[in-house]
């Protein structure tokens, strides 16, 4: 059937969010699109006068498309070279979706992404619906098939699972600016002690490379350990700028919503490390170098206002 435009207005009405609700469930901007994509095409074909709540139909599309992914996505990520983390975006990113609530930012903090991952597929559709989007329970049942009841007791397995890996606490931009210039300071001093005065003694740091850009796979444990790491990783050297292409930059703003160090050369991101921080200190340095996931991250950093000179040049 070929669409009208009040079709086409109305998908496009609804586009943002279930980008938003995609990019939570698949943790990856481009799966996300996809996604979408997909969910546009088979709103194509549908006879869309027999749709009678078209926000509800694309959401049970688009949450059924992702169920498939996620499930697929297992089997790839078992190949896949080294530690998989979630794409970072930055802020302003409109995939990010609704951040009124607190439930909202924290439903797509980098700290929560990375829990979600050990949820199966069916518990992340249903805590996303109903934690970032407030789905009534009864809605959740009809989108994903279950009943109301098994709804509500996957919601409370999904929840208690994120809640005990949770240590995150919420900063607002300025904060999360003072969290990163001094983990900038520590770390390029040269020294650990600075860096081990910023951890907490059970801080962890891993690296997603995807295969593409050296990264440790298994992650280094402790405050001391993790210090050590960062000391050497924040060293300039002749090395690391010519595998990069020049002198990265490092600014300090906001990925997911909290800390984060981003490094440009030449315009263009070539990584973002995330700062879980709790009342105690930095609990975890989460840092996303695949380039595969670093290109919407270009883009949104190509659009925003960069009055400030980088706080170092590595």
């Known amino acids: 059937m070929a669409l009208i435009m009040s079709d086409v207005d109305r998908f496009e009405a609804a586009r943002p969010r279930l980008e938003a609700i995609a990019y939570r469930l698949l943790g990856s901007s481009g799966d996300a699109e996809d996604a979408v994509q997909e969910t546009y095409l088979r ?27 996620l499930t697929s ?26 951040a009124d609530t607190a439930e909202q930012r924290e439903s797509v903090s980098y700290a929560v992404l990375v829990l979600l991952e050990r949820l199966s597929p069916k518990e992340r ?26 709804g ?27 969290i990163v210039e001094e983990f900038l300071a520590a770390a390029t001093s040269g020294r650990t002690e600075p860096l081990v005065r910023l951890l907490t003694q059970d801080a962890v740091s891993v690296g997603d490379g995807g295969g593409k850009v050296p ?4 992650a280094f444990e402790g405050a001391l350990a993790v210090a050590t790491f960062l000391r050497g990783l924040f060293k300039p ?3 690391k700028r010519k595998y990069v292409g020049g002198a990265p930059a490092m600014y300090a703003t906001t990925a997911n919503g909290g800390p984060a160090v981003v490094a440009v050369v030449d315009g263009r991101v070539v990584g973002i490390t995330c700062l879980e921080v709790t009342e105690d200190g930095i609990v975890a340095v989460r840092s996303q170098v695949n380039p595969d996931k670093l290109s919407r991250a270009t883009e949104r950093w190509a659009a925003m206002d960069h009055d400030e000179e980088p706080l170092y040049v590595l």
Not at 44 to 68: G, H, M, S, Y
Not at 75 to 96: I, K, N, Q, S
Not at 125 to 150: G, N, S, W
Not at 152 to 178: L, M, N
């Open 43 to 69: 709103w194509q074909a549908a006879d869309a006068d027999r749709i009678e709540v078209p926000e509800a139909w694309l959401t049970k599309v688009l949450t059924n498309l992702c169920l498939n992914q």
């Open 125 to 150: 559709a249903v805590y996303v619906l109903r934690e970032a989007f407030d789905y009534p329970h009864r809605e959740i049942a009809e989108i994903l098939d279950i009943t109301e009841a098994a």
């Open 237 to 239: 050297s002749d090395a």
């Open 215 to 218: 990264a440790r796979a298994k």
């Open 73 to 98: 996505a297992r089997a790839r990520r078992e190949t896949y070279v080294g530690r998989w983390l979630p794409e970072p975006l930055l802020a302003g990113d409109t995939m990010l979706g609704p």
């Open 152 to 178: 509500q007791q996957i919601y409370h397995r999904a929840k208690k699972h994120v809640a005990e890996g949770r240590t995150r606490t919420e900063v607002d931009e300025a904060a999360a600016r003072r």
